[in-house]
């Protein structure tokens, strides 16, 4: 008989994370704000003061760091 997994009644074992749940959420956080700087001085060098390439490499950059921030959290959260 196959083991289903969408069969009802079926909860799967879950290890509580050794990584405390306040410290995951810092991660993302910390990735978006030091990538966010990085995007901020790359492009203050290769743009000048073109205020508003600026400001979109600082959102491209903070939105990459809470992507990788996020998965972070999520490998950590499983092992």
Known sequence: ???SRKR????P???PSAVPAK???KGRT???ILLAVFALVIAFF???NNYPVLIIAVVAGAAVG???GKSMEADASHK
């Open 1 to 3: 008989m196959p083991q």
């Open 8 to 11: 009802h009644g079926h909860h």
């Open 23 to 25: 410290q995951r959420t």
């Open 30 to 32: 910390i990735w978006a």
């Open 46 to 48: 290769a743009a000048g």
């Open 66 to 68: 809470y992507v990788i």
């Open 13 to 15: 074992h879950h290890e």
